[in-house]
């Protein structure tokens, strides 16, 4: 999808990318690694690749070593550590920062959102800490700071997209600083932990398929994924949002997705009554049978936002600078002082023992305005 647009600006692209020193921080998921893939060919001069995924930094490393006509910088070394972890920022100063920084730690899940405990994780994860690093670039200033959004953060209905929008908020806040970007994207497909990739452990183990039936999405493949990324990032503007230009020709629900994969590997969905009845009936089938048991609802969760939306009606966009991607531009910094408030109030809610989720996202309503979280006292840990 994006290949007219790299080589429309593989002049610049090299201009930026070749010899310069980049850190990539989360590089062991799937986006981070493929955002890596997606530079190398640019031949940067060093890369250090950050993640708590020890395994994941093992495989990508001999995954890059392993492949033909691949390249990988004669200065290369992964780190498996958190990026909040004081011994970072011993390695980051040792190494007096970084040409290009690109965060892509976070949590990603709406399940993530579950109760008090599962927010404050993912709000210390998705911003309270990823401000320490921003506070660590100002001292050291790259030439490119990127980290990854995603579309959830346009009126954001969940405390994942939430935290996105309020993440954006706070790098925009730096877009004087050093130059800044980001990127809001549709589903990465088979990503770690996404619903494709669960359906793909579930054949292995020949186990049903659960999808909502009114939940739409727009796909991108992993390496559209870290390519989306790597444009953003090298040619972005600071201060703007970078995001595919995706039509409703390529919108589907979850439920005709998992239709069509099972069609596409050999079997014939079979719809179920319940989860039970497709759980009894997977378990009872031959080895050969080619029917397959699915079960689809309509979903009934906290945080499930039934379509994709990549810009809000109070939002500019340039849809001319790219072939397959748009801008959102003129984004208007919010004041310093309102980010500091609001981590104050969070910082202080999260230090009582007695907070709750709702206090909570009534701090994140204050501060984002056009946020409608709905607490449906379900989450998807409580689905198939």
């Known amino acids: 999808m994006f290949a007219p647009d790299i080589d429309a600006n593989r002049k610049r692209l090299t201009e930026e990318i070749k010899g310069k020193s980049v850190l990539v921080i989360g590089g062991a998921g799937t986006i981070g690694s493929s955002f890596i893939r997606a530079i190398l060919p640019f031949r940067p001069g060093a890369l250090t690749v950050v993640d708590i995924n020890e395994n994941g930094l093992t495989e990508l490393t001999r995954d890059l070593r392993s492949t033909s006509g691949g390249y990988v910088p004669p200065e290369y070394v992964t780190y498996p550590m958190n990026f909040n972890d004081a011994v970072f920022e011993k390695m980051f100063r040792a190494h ?23 927010v404050e994780a993912l709000l210390e994860n998705n911003v309270l800490r990823a401000r320490k690093l921003l506070t660590l670039l100002e001292e050291f200033p790259p030439r490119h700071y990127f980290c990854v959004s995603t579309d959830k953060a346009a009126n954001p209905v969940n405390i994942m997209g939430g935290s996105k929008k309020i993440m954006e908020d706070m790098i925009m806040a730096y877009s004087d600083r050093f130059p800044v970007t980001t990127a809001r994207f549709a589903n990465v497909a088979f990503s770690n932990g996404s619903l494709p990739d669960g359906w793909m452990q579930r054949i292995e183990r020949r ?39 995706l039509g409703k020709e390529q919108v589907k629900t979850f439920s005709a997705i998992a239709t ?44 499930e936002k039934p379509y994709e939306e990549f810009f809000t009606d109070d939002e500019t966009t340039d849809m001319k600078r790219h072939q397959a991607l748009g801008v959102v531009t003129g984004v208007q910094p919010r004041p310093m002082a309102e980010i500091d408030t609001l981590f104050t109030q969070l910082t202080e809610a999260f230090a009582r023992p007695s907070v709750t989720k709702a206090e909570i996202v009534a701090i994140m309503k204050e501060f984002l305005h056009n946020f409608e979280h709905e607490e449906k006292g379900l989450n998807l840990d409580s689905k198939m």
């Open 96 to 118: 007096g920062g970084f040409d290009i920084v690109a965060n892509f730690s976070a949590h990603k899940h709406v399940r993530s959102e579950k109760d008090v405990y599962s």
């Open 207 to 245: 186990q049903p398929l659960s999808a909502p039936n009114d939940v739409t999405r727009y796909f991108v493949s992993p390496e559209e994924s870290g390519e989306i990324c790597m444009l953003a990032c090298m040619l972005g503007k600071s201060g703007e949002i970078y995001f595919p230009k």
């Open 260 to 303: 069509d994969l099972l069609t596409a590997m050999g079997y014939r969905a079979v719809e179920c009554g319940s989860e039970q009845e497709a759980i009894d009936m997977a378990a009872q089938l031959d080895e050969g049978d080619k029917r397959y048991p699915v079960y689809y609802s309509g979903s009934n969760t906290t945080g």
